[in-house]
């Protein structure tokens, strides 16, 4: 196990980036100082070309954080760059490089930027969300591979990731459940913050939330709610979260729903100082998936104790035991029959259940094996 006030270099995601990778990234780092190391992040000056990132913008409009120490110096198409950064890494003679790894299109670069730094004594770990991504593409394979050869230790959230990254040949994997997310505040009073977001009071609410896209299942929840006729105007859809896939069809399909009028679009970026009013106002935070590894939106339902539906794939249904939640197939009609289920759902046993397995996935559980 490393030493207290060891070294440690992030390489990922983060300010001024914005997104649950930057989030993420920069939680860990304040765990790691919490426990007494000294720890920089290395982030993207470009992380994506624009044609390549399906939203509005990458960057935060949120103030920069004063307590971390953010070297934003990598840029993911440029080889020249990569060298640079690789000799920046070397003079920084740290114990530990942790660098996330959550997209093919960034194996040549981190692969790349590791395997040119000197051969020493730092170990190197990659944390990885996604061996296989969820939209494959031509080359990934060969990019993850040329990423997993410079690597010495693996550490992903689920067990779908490792029997991916087990394709590969890695054979040493440490599975460690995504940590809570922790830093968006405390829970506001419910009424209050359906005021704020100009959310009906007198409903139940289900919120998906989250980017956009295909895999998600949006689709799939919308016409879960032709199913719910006999709850009309007792519950409300919320979606909040920036499109990234499907704008029109998703807007076409709810257009065309009879289910209509029980939708609400908050359909932008939530910003950080956002996202308790969207979890304060919610009954039920739902994820329709169609495929998953793992989901940041989980540990935001946990820190603020809200009931779940997930569906059943990737690590969704672990996180969900009973009491915590409901677990249905990915199709319209298991979906509808979760969300009918929740109507009559057990809260007093939701209270006694969701601080126990809350503790199960503190930062400190997930960084107690991280560096061993």
């Known amino acids: 196990m490393i030493l207290p006030l060891s070294k440690i270099i ?123 991504p969820h939209e494959k593409r031509m080359g990934d394979g060969v990019f993850t591979r040329y990423f997993i050869g410079a690597i010495d230790r693996f550490v992903v959230m689920s067990h779908k990731v490792k029997t991916d990254l087990m394709s590969f040949g890695v054979k040493e994997i440490l599975v460690k459940e995504h940590p809570l997310y922790d830093n968006f505040g405390q829970a506001e009073d419910a009424s209050e913050a359906r005021r704020k977001l100009s959310l009906p009071e007198d409903v139940k609410i289900f919120l998906f939330f989250g980017f956009i896209r295909h895999y998600k299942g949006l689709d799939l929840l919308i016409d879960a709610l032709q199913y719910l006729e006999e709850w009309n105007g007792k519950y409300a859809l919320v979606i909040a979260g920036e499109f990234y896939a499907g704008e029109d069809d998703i807007k076409t399909k709810i257009n065309e729903s009879s289910s209509k009028d029980h939708i609400i679009l908050h359909t932008h970026f939530i910003k950080d100082e956002d996202v308790k009013l969207y979890f304060s106002a919610a009954d039920w935070v739902i994820q329709p998936y169609r495929h998953a590894t793992q989901s940041g939106v989980t540990p935001l339902a946990y820190h603020f104790e809200k009931p779940m539906i997930v569906t059943n794939v990737g690590n969704l249904p672990l996180m969900v035991p009973n009491g915590i939640g409901i677990v249905v197939q990915p199709d319209p009609v298991s979906i509808a029959e979760g969300m009918k289920e929740s109507f009559s759902f057990d809260f007093t046993s939701f209270r006694k259940a969701i601080g126990p397995e809350k503790k199960k996935y503190s930062w400190e559980t997930f960084t107690k094996d991280l560096f061993s």
């Open 10 to 132: 992030i390489i990922g995601p983060a300010y001024p980036l914005r997104g649950g990778l930057a989030t993420f990234d920069e939680r860990l780092a304040r765990q790691c100082i919490a426990e007494g190391h000294d720890v920089k992040i290395y982030t993207f000056s470009l992380q994506y070309p624009n044609f390549l990132f399906p939203g509005k913008t990458q960057y935060s409009e949120s103030a920069p954080p004063e307590d971390l120490s953010i070297r934003v110096c990598i840029n993911s198409i440029n080889p020249l760059n990569w060298w640079k950064v690789a000799k920046a890494l070397d003079k920084e003679q740290a114990d530990v490089i942790l660098v996330r790894y959550w997209l093919p299109f960034m194996g040549p670069c981190l692969g790349s930027i590791l395997r040119w730094m000197k051969k020493s004594k730092t170990l190197k770990i990659a944390l990885v969300d996604n061996a296989i």
